[in-house]
Structure formats: C-alpha cells, structure tokens
C-alpha cells in the first residue's frame, strides 16, 4: 500500500504560478512511474505529466512548456511546477503512483488537491 498527500493547491490569478506536492509513505525510488491528473468540473480525469523512476517526463500537450514534473527521491517528494495559468487549468489535481510487481502493476491515488484560476 502506498499513500500519497497531495497540497499546494489555492486560488490563482490567469497568469500566475503554483507548486504542487506530493508526500509518499514510501520511498518513492521504489516506485516505477509517478504522475498527475487533474479533472476539471464536468470533465474527465485527464493525465497532466508522469515520470519514471529513471527521470523520463512525458507531459499532456497543452501543459507542456507551462507545467514541470520533478520527483525528490531523498524526501519522497513528487511535484508539479505550474506556470502561466490559465482558467482551464482549474481543476481538482491527484497525484498517482504505479508499481510493478511482476506482471501486474497496482496503481494509488491522494485524495486531490483543488486549484483554481480565476480573475
């Protein structure tokens, strides 16, 4: 079992910048890939950005250049820079971790953490 805790999410302003964060209960080296998703209000939970554990970033196409995904394996720290806001980045945003074992992969989500962009 992996528990993650996301926070750092508030009100912004269009244009303005946020740093979200992500604690594990375990060490998060050990965790094959990390991400965030994000599910605005009457969409989908949309994937935003992941990263192995090898340090490879992969990032949704309309976040690329604004947002940053970084993970601190000495704190078992996930993060996501984000940059340039924008009202349809307003979103609840989840922090998720896959682990393999095997063949099978287990997949863990934090509770999510609000962001909001607005005038």
């Known amino acids: 079992q992996v528990q993650l805790a996301e926070s750092g999410g508030g009100l912004v302003q269009p244009g303005g910048s946020l740093t979200l964060s992500c604690a594990a209960s375990m060490n998060i080296f050990d965790i094959d890939i990390m991400g965030w998703y994000r599910q605005g209000p009457g969409k989908q939970r949309e994937l935003v950005a992941t990263?192995?554990?090898?340090?490879?970033?992969d990032y949704r196409d309309v976040t690329k250049g604004r947002f940053t995904i970084s993970r601190d394996n000495a704190n078992d720290t996930l993060y996501l820079q984000m940059n340039s806001l924008e009202p349809e980045d307003t979103a609840v945003y989840y922090c998720n971790a896959n682990l393999r074992s095997g063949w099978s992969w287990s997949s863990y989500w934090g509770q999510g953490t609000q962001v909001t962009v607005s005038s």
């Open positions: 990263i192995t554990r090898g340090g490879n970033t």
